[in-house]
């Protein structure tokens, strides 16, 4: 990883969160709305990574390992898959992260690009329109739930081994257990319906 990028990694943890979201958005030409400096900080973290990596890829010189193949012997992409993604341009790129991610991006940084329509041809990345938690004639509010770094950690530990899906169901279900436990047995079935949606 180059100097500059380890600088701009750094320099994420001094942004606060208005300008964490205009760099997610720059680089990875998706917006977010999500309140998580840390996660916003990791995935902008992984797309500057991967430019870093697919602009060290390009520059590199194309000599190969002995009985490696080379650029004349590998078996091109398919003529119908638009040639090799490295040749495309940005806007050549956009189309096809439409059609082999399965949504636009605003992005015109061509090593994420390549980066995530390789990750979604593997099968990697979850593929097609993002799911949106909003639904038509269903409103939603954010509650703020502040824990000390060191509690979090071992609630995270504890939902994982258990095999919890995410942080999420385990909220989900720890409340409605609760509440099941307090005898509210109707609110209780809102959380279980919630979790099984």
Request: glycine content about 8%.
């Amino acid at each position: 990883m180059s100097k500059t990028t380890k600088k701009d990694i750094a320099n994420l943890h001094k942004m606060k969160l208005n300008e964490l979201q205009a760099k997610f958005a720059e680089v990875t030409g998706e917006t977010s709305r999500s309140p998580n400096k840390t996660f916003l900080i990791r995935r902008i973290s992984v797309a500057l990574q991967t430019a870093d990596a697919g602009a060290k890829a390009e520059k590199a010189p194309e000599a190969a390992a002995p009985g490696a193949e080379t650029e004349a012997t590998a078996q091109p992409e398919p003529a119908a898959a638009g040639g090799k993604l490295t040749r495309l341009e940005v806007p050549e790129l956009q189309a096809r992260y439409l059609e082999v991610v399965g949504r636009p991006t605003g992005s015109t940084n061509k090593a994420y690009m390549i980066w995530k329509i390789r990750e979604a041809k593997k099968g990697r990345i979850p593929v097609g329109p993002r799911k949106n938690a909003r639904r038509e004639g269903v409103t939603f509010k954010v509650l703020p739930l502040r824990m000390e770094t060191e509690v979090v950690d071992k609630l995270d530990e504890a939902w994982r081994t258990r095999g919890i899906k995410n942080r999420m169901e385990f909220f989900r279900g720890a409340l409605g257990h609760y509440l099941k436990h307090l005898g509210a047995d109707d609110v209780a079935t809102l959380f279980a319906d919630a979790a099984a949606a």
